[in-house]
């Protein structure tokens, strides 16, 4: 096992390059499985997620072939149905994308249930739902999810309950060939169900209204290949962002649509920092005080729930009495008691966490979650002293070459192997 060690109190300052957004590349990646024949994907960032999606992949019978470190050439058209290993479909949210590329493909499917972070209670019903309407019986027996139509998916008219992003693409990617016209009302709006969209489309698909509250998928034949470039990650985006303005730094962020941050923008301009926005980059610095500032996590062009933990060390470090409202997730504050380590005055009353700013200072933390580990290392560069990170594999899930990134700006942070085996115990 390894931790990251980091010696906080200096300011990031430079240039950081922002990779492919990983919300977008695991559905296409699991999206290649409706396709005979080549994709080749761009822009793939370079993190364990992804790594992951490849192998489930391979094993089902796809050829993968790397043709640089962020770029990827799938052809799927040998893929056998049901085949995905349990042991890593269990261990990723979007292996659950499968379900819906199966359907798709082959009219019925058969996937373990998916892993990915703990935020309490993320059910399916929404997919399972979408599915019955395509014309498909779905059920989850022996913790696989069972789906299989007769006579071919058919088009029909899906209304969420609420809107899920996991359940807009899935039935997405089920009815690219399904007969007819299917509708998706109160469908998910964020960018990277726009981006798959728009692969498929690239593909063959006849897809419209993705980024609307209504998708029409008009079902075709088959779909063909294509060369695909992924959308920049605006969650690594605003990470660094806050990162900036935490560490009192001058960062420009490079390789990203500043449109997508403009919800981030805008909270961090309420604070009190400073935020510039060209055609592909936004430059971010702060050198006064914090202000305080409430949020609340929504759906896309809301608050995003994954840059919820991030700001928390804002509101941490600000003057006054900050809130922070969780209502996309039910158990989004497991991280509040690692900043209780840290010295944070925080109290939590169900999705409500209110924070008196005052700072923080070093301690031995754990990530118990992808960003809620992000949130932990921005802690770590912005307070003076040594923090250490541990159970980092869930940080690398979603961000590439985060230390060498870091580094590059002026971080003293560093990847130490653990040698305790009771501390690494304890971090687990």
């Excluded at 996590?297 to 809130?323: E, N, W």
Aim: glycine fraction near 10%.
């Amino acid at each position: 096992m390894e931790k990251f060690v980091i010696h906080g109190g200096r300011p990031l300052v430079g240039e950081i390059e922002i990779s492919g957004m990983k919300n977008a590349a695991l559905p296409i990646l699991m999206g290649c499985v409706l396709v005979k024949g080549e994709c080749i994907i761009e822009n793939l960032p370079e993190i364990h997620d992804v790594t992951v999606s490849l192998q489930i992949l391979e094993a089902m019978g796809a050829t993968v072939r790397m043709l640089d470190r962020n770029t990827v050439a799938i052809d799927a058209s040998n893929v056998r149905y049901g085949t995905a290993p349990l042991e890593l479909v269990n261990t990723i949210r979007a292996s659950y994308y499968l379900m819906g590329a199966e359907l798709g493909r082959f009219g019925k499917t058969h996937v373990g249930y998916p892993g990915g972070c703990d935020f309490g209670v993320r059910p399916i019903d929404q997919h399972l739902k979408g599915f019955k309407v395509l014309g498909a019986d779905a059920e989850i027996v022996n913790g696989y999810v069972d789906a299989e139509t007769e006579d071919g998916l058919v088009g029909g008219h899906i209304f969420f309950d609420l809107v899920s992003v996991g359940a807009t693409i899935n039935v997405m990617l089920a009815a690219c060939m399904a007969k007819g016209m299917t509708e998706i009302e109160n469908a998910a709006k964020e960018p990277h169900v726009v981006d798959l969209a728009n692969f498929l489309n690239a593909c063959g698909a006849d897809i419209k209204g993705a980024g609307t509250d209504t998708i029409r998928i008009n079902g075709v034949e088959r779909l063909h290949g294509c060369s695909y470039a992924i959308i920049p990650d605006m969650i690594e985006a605003g990470t660094y962002m806050i990162a900036a303005a935490a560490t009192r730094g001058d960062l420009t962020i490079t390789n990203v649509i500043p449109k997508h941050l403009d919800c981030v923008s805008a909270k961090m301009r309420e604070m009190g920092v400073t935020v510039e926005e060209g055609d592909e980059w936004v430059r971010v610095s702060h050198k006064g005080e914090l202000t305080a500032a409430n949020v609340k996590t929504q759906p896309y062009p809301g608050y995003p729930t994954d840059m919820q933990p991030q700001i928390s060390i804002l509101m941490c470090l600000a003057k006054g009495t900050s809130t922070l409202k969780e209502s996309v997730f039910d158990n989004r504050f497991r991280y509040i008691d690692e900043l209780l380590r840290m010295g944070a005055n925080v109290k939590v009353d169900g999705k409500m966490a209110t924070f008196e700013g005052g700072g923080l200072s070093a301690a031995r933390v754990r990530a118990v979650d992808l960003r809620a580990g992000a949130a932990m290392v921005i802690a770590g560069l912005a307070i003076e002293g040594c923090t250490e990170v541990d159970n980092i594999r869930l940080i690398e899930r979603g961000y590439d070459h985060i230390i060498e990134k870091l580094q590059a700006v002026g971080a003293d942070i560093c990847r130490v192997e653990i040698k305790d085996v009771k501390a690494s115990a304890q971090a687990e």
